[in-house]
């Protein structure tokens, strides 16, 4: 699709993210088995599985939504965790700078505009208001929400709330986007406006981990395909590998299931 408008990572880089032999536990549940995964800069990973597989946990181990119980956590070739222990709430604080993170149920502030919903976090951060404010608009015009900066949440639709959330994340100029089921949310109608907005973003080789449900997308924008099942990873490959002719035959039933 759009493969040769990457760059790719400079030679020797380390990955924009590394999760290594990640475990997690809830109670006696262990949702998290040992599992690594790296992205590289430019590249688009899509996270599939079933529902309990461990793929939402993942992302919020990544993100310290969650804290892991052992492995290691690099943003960078940078240590966010260390053999289970991560560093201190400075430390953190500057990791999360790396990243931005949009969720299925949008979790914007109802009582914000759309205007200072994606301007509160920067201007926190220390830009200008005006500067701020200037990448917001420059944001809505991408997301096709022109005209919308004054309006609240409930005034908006869907798919319309689920773009000003990534404008949200984009405003912070992350180095990674993670994704957690962006269209569940939504309805077939708004899903493909949302969708698009996502493969725009591949296009302009925005780094990006989505966990989605949605196969076709996710064969059409992902570098890479990482399917999830019991915690572990079953099966990681190119997508017209994991999708398209799969070796593992938990893999094969998953596709089988839920193509029917």
């Given amino acids: 699709m759009h493969e040769e408008n ?45 529902s309990g597989s461990g793929k939402s946990t993942l992302l919020r181990c ?3 939504l969650e804290s892991a119980d052992a492995g290691n956590i690099l943003y960078d070739g940078q240590y966010a965790m260390r053999d289970g222990l991560y560093g201190g709430k400075k430390e ?31 201007v926190l951060r220390g830009f200008s208001r005006a500067e701020a ?56 109608e708004l899903t493909g406006e949302v969708l698009k907005v996502i493969r725009q973003l591949a296009e302009e080789n925005m ?17 890479w395909v990482v399917f999830m099942d019991g915690g572990v990873i079953i099966e990681e490959g190119p997508p017209e590998s994991v999708l398209g002719d799969p070796s593992q035959e938990r893999t094969r039933q998953f596709l089988r299931n839920y193509q029917q």
Avoid: W
């Fill in 92 to 122: 953190l604080r500057e990791f999360r700078r790396r990243f931005g993170l949009v969720f299925q149920n949008f979790n914007l502030f109802p009582h914000y505009s759309v205007m200072k919903n994606i301007t509160e976090a920067p």
């Fill in 62 to 64: 990544a993100t310290f």
């Fill in 207 to 223: 780094t990006m981990v989505i966990v989605t449900h949605e196969m076709a997308f996710a064969r059409a924008v992902s570098e």
């Fill in 6 to 50: 990457r760059s790719g990572p400079m030679p020797g880089s380390p990955p924009v993210l590394a999760l290594q032999n990640i475990r997690k536990s809830f109670g006696d549940l262990s949702v998290l088995r040992d599992i690594s995964l790296a992205v590289d800069q430019g590249n688009v990973v899509s996270v599939i599985g079933p």
């Fill in 133 to 188: 404010e200037e990448k917001a608009f420059s944001l809505l015009k991408k997301m096709g929400l022109e005209g919308k900066e004054n309006a609240y949440p409930c005034q908006l639709s869907g798919g319309q709330q689920q773009r000003v959330a990534i404008a949200r994340a984009l405003a912070m100029e992350p180095e990674i986007l993670f994704f957690d089921e962006p269209t569940s949310a939504l309805d077939p």
